[in-house]
Nanobody, 114 residues
Framework: QVQFVESGGGLVQPGGSLRLSCAASVGIFRFVNMAWYRQTPRNQREWVATITTTGNTNYADFVKGRFTISRDNGKNTVYLQMNSLKLEDAADYFC????????WGQGTQVTVSS
């Protein structure tokens, strides 16, 4: 069964940085695109970034230029480097295979506060 374990969240001041990690128990990890999503209590889950099997990346406009998605196929892990964090970036962050989007993990909470 596919599982995702997100980590790396925490409390950070506006303008700060965090690096999120997601370990995926996907046997074919290196052959699937991976994505990060986020969700706040008031909003539906929204897409943040995607990295393809060949390393191409795409970002939502609201994080473009601030966040960087990367992957390590040897570790079945996808990362999200978040810089210049804003108050509105506070959310629970999740990773998943964008073409599947099931078996969601617990997520990792990012709090941005001064």
């Amino acid at each position: 069964q596919v599982q995702f374990v997100e980590s790396g969240g925490g409390l950070v001041q506006p303008g700060g940085s965090l690096r999120l990690s997601c370990a995926a128990s996907v046997g074919i990890f290196r052959f699937v695109n991976m994505a990060w999503y986020r969700q706040t209590p008031r909003n539906q889950r929204e897409w943040v970034a995607t990295i393809t099997t060949t390393g191409n990346t795409n970002y939502a406009d609201f994080v473009k230029g601030r966040f960087t998605i990367s992957r390590d196929n040897g570790k079945n892990t996808v990362y999200l480097q978040m810089n210049s964090l804003k108050l509105e970036d506070a959310a629970d962050y999740f990773c998943n295979v964008p073409s599947i989007q099931r078996n969601w993990g617990q997520g990792t909470q990012v709090t941005v506060s001064s």
